[in-house]
């Protein structure tokens, strides 16, 4: 496969920040947490200025995770990628222009991503850890299935009290 393939560590603390009440109903498909309450509570806020922290622990332990670490890690997942489509991804040339580099561009257009995602899912991966990718060290965790290795511990509002609607 080319990928660097590994798990999860088991018991593994994840948090997930939205502002979409449908998710305090479980995650699903390929989905993005954190290993960082600071990264999650970013997202949760970064619409609305209000949101949630699910808080989750792994119950099972995913054994197919790619490890991205590297803009060579990423590159191997994009190269994956276009043999398994038969084209690469039409934002490739935007990720390689990224001024942090490969890895961080792809990580940071979280929508133009979710192409990757579904390929990754649809072969039978179990998902993706990108280490440190934010500010603050947290990382970036796609699960396929996330209900099939997260148990929801805790759901916390959160909101931006300098924010205005």
């Given at each position: 496969?080319?990928?660097?393939?590994?798990?999860?560590?088991?018991?593994?603390?994840?948090?997930?920040?939205?502002?979409?009440?449908?998710?305090l109903?479980?995650?699903?498909?390929?989905?993005?947490?954190?290993?960082?309450?600071?990264?999650?509570?970013?997202?949760?806020?970064?619409?609305?200025?209000?949101?949630?922290?699910?808080?989750?622990?792994?119950?099972?332990?995913?054994?197919?995770?790619v490890?991205?670490?590297t803009?060579?890690?990423?590159?191997?997942?994009?190269?994956?990628?276009?043999?398994?489509?038969?084209?690469?991804?039409?934002?490739?040339?935007?990720?390689?222009?990224?001024?942090?580099?490969?890895?961080?561009?792809?990580?940071?257009?979280?929508?133009?991503?979710?192409?990757?995602?579904?390929?990754?899912?649809?072969?039978?991966?179990?998902?993706?850890?990108?280490?440190?990718?934010?500010?603050?060290?947290?990382?970036?965790?796609?699960?396929?299935?996330?209900?099939?290795?997260?148990?929801?511990?805790?759901?916390?509002?959160?909101?931006?009290?300098?924010?205005?609607?």
């Amino acid at each position: 496969m080319g990928l660097s393939v590994g798990s999860l560590r088991g018991s593994s603390p994840l948090f997930h920040g939205t502002d979409e009440p449908h998710e305090l109903d479980g995650l699903q498909g390929g989905s993005f947490l954190s290993d960082s309450r600071k990264t999650a509570r970013h997202f949760a806020l970064l619409r609305t200025g209000r949101g949630f922290i699910l808080s989750y622990r792994t119950w099972r332990r995913p054994e197919r995770i790619v490890q991205l670490n590297t803009d060579a890690d990423a590159r191997a997942l994009l190269d994956w990628y276009a043999a398994v489509r038969g084209a690469p991804s039409p934002y490739l040339a935007e990720w390689e222009t990224w001024p942090e580099g490969l890895l961080d561009g792809f990580i940071r257009m979280g929508p133009e991503n979710m192409e990757v995602v579904d390929a990754l899912c649809s072969e039978g991966i179990d998902g993706w850890q990108a280490t440190n990718v934010y500010r603050g060290g947290g990382s970036d965790v796609m699960l396929c299935r996330p209900a099939k290795w997260l148990k929801l511990v805790e759901v916390t509002p959160v909101h931006d009290s300098g924010h205005t609607d």
